[in-house]
């Protein structure tokens, strides 16, 4: 599955997951759990718009915008943007978005695809070595006549 399906997949999940918690929780778990899910809700968002970058970057975007959210409070936000993102600066709000931002980054890094060109295991890496050192190409074809390696001795294929 893509990084963008995951980046979607958990987007819907952590709305439905904010939503809860305002139904059935309230007070102060209510208002930290919501602002933690806003900055999974952020970094899912960067996944969805860019869905190479490193999971550990996706999850300091979504902690510096969630972050500059909450000190724009401090000077003002326009009145249309209250609603969504807030109106009044409480420092403690700063620490739970770190820890949204470590459940984002926790979350992209398992929605993170890998090929499996990039990861190799040791022992493809020692044949891939053994095979250049050997004076062959590591797919373990010939060399061509015209190759600078191709008058050189060569191990026998495996």
């Given at each position: 599955?893509?990084?963008?399906?995951w980046?979607?997949?958990a987007?819907v999940?952590?709305?439905?997951?904010?939503?809860?918690?305002?139904?059935?929780?309230?007070?102060?778990f209510a208002k930290?759990?919501?602002?933690a899910?806003?900055t999974?809700?952020?970094?899912?968002?960067?996944?969805?718009?860019?869905?190479?970058l490193?999971?550990?970057?996706?999850?300091?975007?979504?902690?510096?915008?969630?972050?500059?959210?909450?000190?724009?409070?401090i000077?003002?936000?326009?009145a249309?943007?209250?609603?969504?993102?807030?109106?009044?600066?409480?420092?403690?709000?700063?620490?739970?978005?770190v820890?949204?931002?470590?459940?984002?980054?926790?979350?992209?890094?398992?929605?993170?695809?890998?090929?499996?060109?990039?990861r190799?295991?040791?022992?493809?890496?020692?044949?891939?070595?053994?095979?250049?050192?050997?004076?062959?190409?590591?797919?373990g074809?010939?060399?061509?006549?015209?190759?600078?390696?191709?008058?050189?001795?060569?191990?026998?294929?495996?």
């Amino acid at each position: 599955m893509s990084r963008r399906w995951w980046g979607f997949g958990a987007a819907v999940v952590t709305v439905a997951a904010g939503l809860g918690v305002r139904a059935w929780a309230g007070g102060s778990f209510a208002k930290y759990a919501g602002d933690a899910l806003y900055t999974v809700l952020v970094c899912a968002v960067v996944v969805m718009v860019a869905p190479r970058l490193r999971p550990v970057v996706a999850a300091g975007i979504a902690l510096g915008f969630s972050w500059a959210v909450e000190l724009l409070q401090i000077v003002g936000i326009p009145a249309p943007l209250r609603p969504l993102l807030g109106a009044t600066f409480n420092a403690p709000d700063l620490f739970w978005y770190v820890v949204g931002a470590v459940l984002g980054w926790c979350i992209a890094l398992r929605g993170r695809g890998r090929t499996p060109d990039v990861r190799r295991s040791a022992r493809d890496e020692y044949e891939v070595a053994a095979a250049g050192a050997a004076g062959r190409p590591p797919d373990g074809s010939t060399l061509d006549s015209d190759h600078p390696r191709a008058g050189m001795p060569q191990l026998p294929a495996e």
